[in-house]
């Protein structure tokens, strides 16, 4: 047996109702890595917890014991950017490894994220999610970690933060939900574009214009569970074991066969984040 092919590339798992029960769901549909993804410092903990404990648990004496590879992020979201950064700051120096030992191992921090800004709903105000955004983008400088960004309604904002502190080598806008113009711009800039069930959506064409533009190496898939499952799940409860129907999507948009996508995504967010252990195998 080997682990399955697909990469979540951005998950919640820390916010599932059952975290063990979609794993096992994850396996059965061919998933062999997930980033669990922190969007605060509690939520930053918790998902540390659950990649160090149910990494280490799917690995071991089970009828599962092939389940995904797990890693985690840790990050502010900008609804909460009136929080401050400083509590995101003291865990990583808090967690991450000290210099010359292994990184990007199951279990460990990968990222810095999802941090960024939301216009949408401006939970916080836009001047000071600019500031948690360029903080973030700094502590991705200082830890050499992935940046990963969430941007709702503000592309040229996030494009002048991003100038202004410099955009890290590796760098992922998550859920891309911009059109082919700022995808080109992303790509240009050397970011990684990573696409969501929202590519499933009847409303969304500029998104899967900017899925067939966007070269399958600078290209993640991801769920974003629990929000945003994809056709024919939307409306439900979003999960892991949902990614491939993202990326069966990808396929028939850019014509290539779905073990293709599949390979060459996880690849991608392996490139992207520095993961060191092989995916499947």
């Known amino acids: 047996m080997t682990r399955g092919p697909w990469t979540d590339s ?25 980033v669990c993804v922190g969007t605060g410092v509690d939520s930053s ?11 280490v648990a799917s690995s071991v004496g089970s009828d599962w014991a092939l389940g995904p590879e797990l890693y985690a992020t840790v990050g502010l979201h900008p609804h909460d950017a009136s929080s401050g950064v400083e509590g995101v700051a003291r865990l990583l120096e808090e967690t991450m490894p000290g210099p010359g030992a292994e990184r990007g ?3 460990s921090t990968v990222g810095i994220g999802e941090c960024g800004l ?16 360029a903080a973030q ?7 050499e970690l992935a940046l990963v960004v969430h941007t709702r309604d503000a592309w040229h904002d996030t494009f002048a933060v991003l100038d202004a502190e410099g955009i890290p ?5 998550h859920c891309f939900t ?57 409306g439900r409860p979003n999960e892991p074991a949902y990614v ?6 990808v396929a028939e948009l850019k014509g290539v066969p779905v073990e293709e996508v599949a390979e060459a995504t996880s690849a991608a967010t392996a490139t992207v984040f520095a993961l060191r252990a092989p995916g499947h195998g």
């Open 178 to 234: 911009g059109g082919p113009d700022e995808a080109r711009r992303c790509l240009d800039a050397g970011a990684y574009l990573s696409f969501s069930g929202i590519a499933t959506f009847k409303g969304a064409p500029e998104v899967r214009e900017a899925v067939t533009l966007c070269p399958l190496d600078k290209m993640l898939v991801e769920t974003d569970a629990p929000y945003l499952a994809p056709v024919p799940h939307r």
């Open 45 to 55: 903990r918790r998902a540390r917890a659950v990649a160090r404990e149910l990494g």
């Open 169 to 173: 080598d590796r760098t992922i806008i």
């Open 118 to 133: 939301d216009y949408h709903y401006d939970y916080s105000p836009r001047d000071v999610q600019r500031e948690a955004f």
């Open 137 to 143: 983008v700094a502590l991705a400088h200082q830890f």
């Open 244 to 249: 491939p129907l993202v990326g069966a999507l």
């Open 105 to 107: 191992l199951p279990g």
């Open 10 to 34: 951005h998950c919640h798992l820390q916010d599932l109702d059952d975290p063990p029960e979609a794993l096992r769901r994850a396996v059965e549909s061919g998933v062999g890595r997930i």
